[in-house]
T-cell receptor, first 113, second 115 residues
Framework: SQELEQSPQSLIVQEGKNLTINCTSSKTLYGLYWYKQKYGEGLIFLMMLQKGGEEKSHEKITAKLDEKKQQSSLHITASQPSHAGIYLCGAPALSSNTGKLIFGQGTTLQVKP | DTEVTQTPKHLVMGMTNKKSLKCEQHMGHRAMYWYKQKAKKPPELMFVYSYEKLSINESVPSRFSPECPNSSLLNLHLHALQPEDSALYLC??????????????FGPGTRLTVL
């Protein structure tokens, strides 16, 4: 079965610092989603990457997809306390065409003011 | 508008109670999902409805009973739950016209506690 591994599991950074979160798949990626979640709340959609080499940015968050490495990275520039939360990567399950998503374990980000 | 709404926000129930969770979207999406999320774990898929028909049941116990009355609504009926069923229940939807190519949008979740 397909698995997504995120690293690091948790991260504490000083406000203003840059950081990167990685998501590596055990199998070929046919798309990769990034979500953010505050504890006990729903998932907020950040970005979707579909093609190898694709890179997308929204405000200070940039995500890239490396098809060959079966990996995606999420980079936050000049982090702010509002960036704190749990970041989840998700990928369509290869065994299904109904949009079933497999998620990584999540990366918990704390930003110290 | 990419809003998925869920009610109630919090629910506390006893093991003999019957309750229902409700999910609603008005984006014209034809695929809707129920996920269960335990603390510090990622969401796990429970059910998928596609064009109002159940297309995936991830071996969920029968004490959870989904229902899709129309294309905008998704319910999850709960009966005789166990304390280990306490979790955050998330609803999601997507267009559903293209296999796995469009985004799933999630609701805010219902925090369920079973006593």
């Amino acid at each position: 079965s397909q698995e997504l591994e995120q690293s690091p599991q948790s991260l504490i950074v000083q406000e203003g610092k840059n950081l990167t979160i990685n998501c590596t798949s055990s199998k070929t990626l046919y798309g990769l989603y990034w979500y953010k979640q505050k504890y006990g709340e729903g998932l907020i959609f950040l970005m979707m990457l579909q093609k190898g080499g694709e890179e997308k940015s929204h405000e200070k968050i940039t995500a890239k997809l490396d098809e060959k490495k079966q990996q995606s990275s999420l980079h936050i520039t000049a982090s702010q306390p509002s960036h704190a939360g749990i970041y989840l990567c998700g990928a369509p399950a290869l065994s299904s065409n109904t949009g079933k998503l497999i998620f990584g374990q999540g990366t918990t980000l704390q930003v110290k003011p | 508008d990419t809003e998925v709404t869920q009610t109630p926000k919090h629910l506390v129930m006893g093991m003999t109670n019957k309750k229902s969770l409700k999910c609603e979207q008005h984006m014209g999406h034809r695929a809707m999902y129920w996920y269960k999320q335990k603390a510090k774990k990622p969401p796990e898929l429970m059910f998928v409805y596609s064009y109002e028909k159940l297309s995936i049941n991830e071996s969920v116990p029968s004490r959870f009973s989904p229902e899709c009355p129309n294309s905008s609504l998704l319910n999850l009926h709960l009966h005789a739950l166990q304390p280990e069923d306490s979790a955050l229940y998330l609803c999601a939807s997507r267009e559903g016209y293209r296999a796995a190519a469009d985004t799933q949008y999630f609701g805010p979740g219902t925090r369920l506690t079973v006593l």
